[in-house]
């Protein structure tokens, strides 16, 4: 592998996790999803991975080829959870590879914001779509196709649930494809390793009401 694919390899670390963006973090919330019905469905060898080390990364989904997910452990009520998770301006507090997010749309559930990134000398700008359904919990974020893109792909989710004692369970799921110079294994992979560190920060920084710094 070159020099300049080694860069983008490195680049698409720091892509694999891009956090939902602002708008309906102030709209009404519903009745939030209850978390033990979900982790009864998850493999219960997970479960005390989860307790103890508050994130896991699930097992890849056949029926989803190239998502990494993960699970995190919020130590603050679901509410608080949403309202930090859909601050987009806030990203750069805790994802220091970012240089710059502009919004530079809004529409009624969502917005679309530009995003900068420098990492190893190599520069890129993309533009992210991100839709917030704050009835069902769910934050759903993708590359925006009217703006021009220097990835090949960005997509993300994360699901909130609510496991009551002022706790909160998210699902983040991310798929990133910088490219054709780097093997979709490869990148796959790198994105799954990427992901457990972006879960960790997100996890510190929510816990401390915003405060935490990488």
């Not at 209850?34 to 056949?62: T, W």
């Amino acid at each position: 592998m070159g020099r300049a694919s080694w860069k983008l390899l490195r680049t698409a670390l720091f892509l694999a996790c891009s956090a939902p963006g602002v708008v309906a973090a102030d709209a009404p919330l519903l009745a939030p999803l209850p978390g033990a019905p979900y982790l009864r469905a998850i493999s219960p060898d997970l479960l005390p991975r989860l307790e103890r080390e508050r994130l896991v990364m699930l097992p890849s989904d056949a029926s989803a080829p190239g998502v990494a997910q993960g699970l995190v452990v919020f130590s603050q009520p679901y509410a608080l959870v949403w309202r930090l998770l859909t601050q987009t301006e806030r990203q750069r507090e805790y994802r220091p590879e970012l240089t710059e997010i502009t919004n530079v749309e809004r529409f009624e559930n969502g917005v679309v914001d530009r995003h900068r990134i420098s990492v190893l000398f190599v520069r890129l700008t993309y533009y992210l779509r991100y839709e917030l359904d704050p009835a069902a919990w769910h934050i759903e974020w993708s590359l925006a196709p009217n703006y021009e893109n220097g990835v090949q792909q960005i997509s993300g989710t994360w699901d909130l649930f609510d496991l009551g004692g002022g706790r909160t369970l998210g699902r983040l799921g991310s798929t990133v494809r910088v490219g054709a110079v780097l093997p979709r294994s490869l990148q796959e992979a790198i994105t799954r390793n990427k992901l457990s560190e972006t879960l960790d920060n997100v996890r510190q920084w929510v816990d401390s009401g915003g405060k935490w710094r990488p």
